[in-house]
């Protein structure tokens, strides 16, 4: 039987197909409730650095709120990753 993906491989491949991501989007494309400690930890364990830039946006309720964005500044090292975490799961 399959493993469904990581975390860290929903982020990236959404970072890749997006090339940029907030916490509201990756809620809705992934289900991560969490981003920003996602990415603490993915930093973390792939030494890598993800840029970011905060963001005012609207939530559903329309209130206006801070939050950062987050973008892909090396596609390359990225995909790297990304097959790494693949592999690492059989794939």
Not at 31 to 38: I, M, R, Y
Request: hydrophobic fraction near 35%; charge should be positive.
């Amino acid at each position: 039987m399959k493993r469904p993906p990581t975390k860290h491989e929903a982020f990236v491949k959404a970072l890749i197909e997006r090339k940029s991501i907030n916490t509201f989007e990756a809620n809705r494309i992934y289900g991560d409730t969490c981003l920003h400690s996602t990415i603490s930890g993915f930093e973390k364990r792939h030494a890598v650095s993800i840029p970011r830039k905060a963001e005012r946006v609207k939530t559903r309720h329309g209130k206006h709120v801070t939050v950062m964005r987050y973008h892909l500044s090396d596609i390359e090292s990225m995909k790297a990753v990304l097959a790494k975490l693949r592999k690492a799961r059989g794939l």
